[in-house]
């Protein structure tokens, strides 16, 4: 049987995966690295491209839910985890009991989290979350006192360890925005208060991975990288995956459904909002928003089809979407790169972030259920 996907599939490269993890932990040579493999690996899969961050070097893993963390447990990941979304009636007990570091920004998190340490008869490990400024997750500075004297007398009846202290910033990705200062001192002053209080952290971490590229002061004892770990540029400012020694690791490939000749004046797909000026070849790429391509790029969005990038003509459809290959010739079954590598002459994430007025991070997370994922470098 042939087991590659005929419609449309990502085929993710966990070499490229492990080759950035290496680069990232070059860049931060004396701080640990968390791999964030939330939301299934930013859409790249998460088990598959824990493991390859972790054959690495990644000490940590890192995820948004519980549940996203109790299944890298259940797929038998073991190693550090760490997960930070938590809502009230979590699965606190669960993650306490499969070792799982648990994020913790205010009162009612530390009081369910004690509550459940005390149920399990085991000690949970905790790493306080600060808000120097995001303005999103995380304790107020007004409110550190008490959810860290809270902590420390946890710490104290051992129902917790204070395994981390840790923020994150509102604007890394833009170099030398005012609020990354503020957000460092903020978070100095936060942990050492903790330290203070007796609160004695073997992680303290706040930088994501535009700060792991380009700030070295905020590396402390980790460095949470998410999107880097996938190749890909968190932003067009800092420069291109290569540039920033990256190598993308999902190329979406999806295989010609038709291509057919139609005369000039051919309206296309859905509200005509492209028209054929002459006779031309019409290529249909049978993919679509249902897959995660964003109907907002339509008109934009870039594919590389018969050897050249081609934009996609008229709106982006459900399951499909059109490329006019002007004289150009192809057939149904020939293949279409709907993103993948620059370096390859192919579309990138970044590319369609662009074209749908988006951000990168949003173009591979979206990349939906319904497209197969097939590895490379297992
Ligand atoms: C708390 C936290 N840390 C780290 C990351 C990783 O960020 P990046 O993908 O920019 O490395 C994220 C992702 O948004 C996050 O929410």
């Given at each position: 049987?042939?087991?590659?996907?005929?419609?449309?599939?990502?085929?993710?490269?966990?070499?490229?995966?492990?080759?950035?993890?290496?680069?990232?932990?070059?860049?931060?040579?004396?701080?640990?690295?968390?791999?964030?493999?939330?939301?299934?690996?930013?859409?790249?899969?998460?088990?598959?491209?824990?493991?390859?961050?972790?054959?690495?070097?990644?000490?940590?893993?890192?995820?948004?839910?519980?549940?996203?963390?109790?299944?890298?447990?259940?797929?038998?990941?073991?190693?550090?985890?760490?997960?930070?979304?938590?809502?009230?009636?979590?699965?606190?007990?669960?993650?306490?009991?499969?070792?799982?570091?648990?994020?913790?920004?205010?009162?009612?998190?530390?009081?369910?989290?004690?509550?459940?340490?005390?149920?399990?008869?085991?000690?949970?490990?905790?790493?306080?979350?600060?808000?120097?400024?995001?303005?999103?997750?995380?304790?107020?500075?007004?409110?550190?006192?008490?959810?860290?004297?809270?902590?420390?007398?946890?710490?104290?009846?051992?129902?917790?360890?204070?395994?981390?202290?840790?923020?994150?910033f509102?604007?890394a990705d833009?170099?030398?925005?005012?609020?990354i200062?503020?957000?460092?001192?903020?978070?100095?002053?936060?942990?050492?208060?903790?330290?203070?209080?007796?609160?004695?952290?073997?992680?303290?971490?706040i930088a994501n991975s535009p700060a792991t590229l380009t700030l070295?002061?905020t590396h402390?004892?980790?460095v949470?990288?998410?999107?880097?770990?996938?190749?890909?540029?968190?932003?067009?400012?800092?420069?291109?995956?290569?540039?920033?020694?990256?190598?993308?690791?999902?190329?979406?490939?999806?295989?010609?459904?038709?291509?057919?000749?139609?005369?000039?004046?051919?309206?296309?797909?859905?509200?005509?909002?492209?028209?054929?000026?002459?006779?031309?070849?019409?290529?249909?790429?049978?993919?679509?928003?249902?897959?995660?391509?964003?109907?907002?790029?339509?008109?934009?969005?870039?594919?590389?089809?018969?050897?050249?990038?081609?934009?996609?003509?008229?709106?982006?459809?459900?399951?499909?979407?059109?490329?006019?290959?002007?004289?150009?010739?192809?057939?149904?079954?020939?293949?279409?790169?709907?993103?993948?590598?620059?370096?390859?002459?192919?579309?990138?994430?970044?590319?369609?972030?662009?074209?749908?007025?988006?951000?990168?991070?949003?173009?591979?997370?979206?990349?939906?259920?319904?497209?197969?994922?097939?590895?490379?470098?297992?």
């Open positions: 049987m042939n087991e590659t996907p005929t419609r449309v599939y990502a085929e993710i490269d966990l070499d490229a995966v492990r080759a950035n993890v290496r680069a990232l932990r070059a860049r931060a040579p004396r701080s640990a690295l968390m791999a964030v493999v939330k939301s299934n690996a930013y859409g790249h899969g998460a088990v598959p491209c824990a493991r390859a961050a972790q054959e690495a070097g990644a000490a940590w893993l890192g995820t948004a839910t519980p549940e996203e963390a109790l299944e890298l447990r259940a797929a038998g990941i073991q190693g550090r985890i760490m997960c930070w979304l938590w809502t009230p009636g979590g699965p606190w007990r669960e993650a306490i009991e499969t070792d799982i570091d648990v994020s913790v920004s205010g009162m009612w998190a530390l009081d369910e989290v004690r509550a459940a340490a005390r149920a399990a008869g085991r000690t949970a490990r905790i790493q306080l979350k600060a808000d120097t400024g995001l303005g999103r997750n995380g304790c107020q500075p007004a409110d550190w006192a008490e959810l860290v004297g809270a902590a420390v007398a946890a710490q104290a009846e051992g129902t917790v360890q204070v395994t981390g202290v840790w923020s994150h509102a604007c833009e170099p030398g925005h005012p609020s200062r503020l957000q460092l001192d903020a978070f100095r002053d936060m942990l050492a208060y903790a330290e203070k209080e007796g609160v004695d952290p073997e992680v303290r971490h070295p002061e402390f004892d980790l949470r990288t998410g999107l880097a770990v996938y190749g890909v540029s968190p932003s067009p400012e800092l420069g291109t995956p290569a540039q920033l020694g990256l190598r993308p690791a999902m190329t979406l490939r999806a295989s010609l459904a038709l291509v057919k000749t139609v005369p000039a004046g051919h309206g296309v797909s859905y509200g005509h909002h492209y028209v054929t000026e002459s006779e031309t070849h019409l290529a249909l790429v049978p993919a679509g928003y249902a897959d995660g391509i964003p109907r907002n790029a339509s008109g934009r969005g870039p594919v590389l089809v018969a050897g050249k990038i081609r934009r996609a003509a008229g709106r982006i459809a459900m399951d499909q979407f059109v490329v006019d290959l002007g004289e150009d010739l192809a057939e149904a079954g020939d293949e279409a790169v709907i993103l993948g590598d620059a370096e390859r002459g192919e579309p990138t994430a970044e590319d369609w972030a662009q074209a749908a007025h988006t951000i990168a991070y949003e173009i591979v997370t979206r990349i939906g259920g319904r497209v197969p994922r097939v590895y490379l470098g297992g």
